[in-house]
């Protein structure tokens, strides 16, 4: 089956400008997380969308804001973009949370300019 | 809350073995054991849910010792495959928040 896609896969911005990350899960999960990827900081989490409805969020500015389709499809944005907001940015998804595998998209890699 | 993991960075040869470590602060539910190789997206390797019960890959080993909130993943007979970041992941105790450590850094030689 295919696996979990984002779009676009690099992006270069402004400081200050906003920008919209995709993500498309696999056929059938409910849940997709989004990570923000740093060198040396991990995987930070961000938030978790299921069943159109957030349920978790991590400790980041209220910048970042996303949302779930009724597809499952899930984006993210982020507003007034600081140079700081540069990584790599993942999302995964699975069947109905963390009790079940996490399958990871390829990521958008984010520079901030 | 964060786990920390440890060692940071671990190198080693072909069929050595390894033990990398994850432990929290907090109340465990589960832990979550991830391998990212350069350039590729995480992969889940296995995840240990208080109570024993485990998912995950045969060949791989870990261990989850639910009183002292820490586990332990076993690699063994490294090969050069085996080489990448490993995560760990903890979602506390009434809690369903999957957060994970800052990574080890595993390379193996040949």
């Known amino acids: 089956k295919a696996g979990v896609t984002q779009t676009p896969r690099y992006l270069i911005k402004t400081r200050g400008q906003q920008v919209t990350l995709s993500c498309s899960p696999i056929s059938g999960h409910r849940s997709v997380s989004w990570y923000q990827q740093t060198p040396g900081q991990g995987l930070q989490f961000l938030f978790e969308?299921?069943?159109?409805?957030?349920?978790n969020k991590g400790n980041f500015p209220g910048r970042f804001s996303g949302r779930q389709f009724s597809n499952s499809r899930s984006e993210m944005n982020v507003s007034t973009l600081e140079l700081g907001d540069s990584a790599l940015y993942l999302c995964?998804?699975?069947?109905?949370?963390?009790?079940?595998?996490?399958?990871f998209g390829p990521g958008t890699r984010l520079t901030v300019t | 809350q964060q786990p920390v993991q440890s060692p940071q960075a671990v190198i080693l040869r072909e069929g050595e073995d390894a033990v990398i470590n994850c432990s929290s602060s907090?109340?465990?539910?589960?832990v979550h054991w991830y391998r990212q190789k350069h350039g590729e997206a995480p992969v889940f390797l296995m995840i240990?849910?208080?109570?024993?019960e485990q998912k995950g890959h045969e060949k791989i080993s870990a261990s989850f010792n639910e009183k002292k909130q820490q586990s332990s993943l076993y690699l063994t007979a490294s090969q050069l495959s085996y080489s990448g970041t490993y995560f760990c992941g903890t979602v506390e105790e009434y809690g369903n928040k999957l957060v994970f450590g800052a990574g080890t850094i595993l390379r193996v030689k040949s």
């Open positions: 995964a998804s699975s069947l109905a949370g963390t009790d079940y595998e996490q399958y």
């Open positions: 907090k109340a465990l539910y589960s």
């Open positions: 969308y299921f069943s159109e409805t957030q349920r």
């Open positions: 240990l849910l208080k109570g024993g």
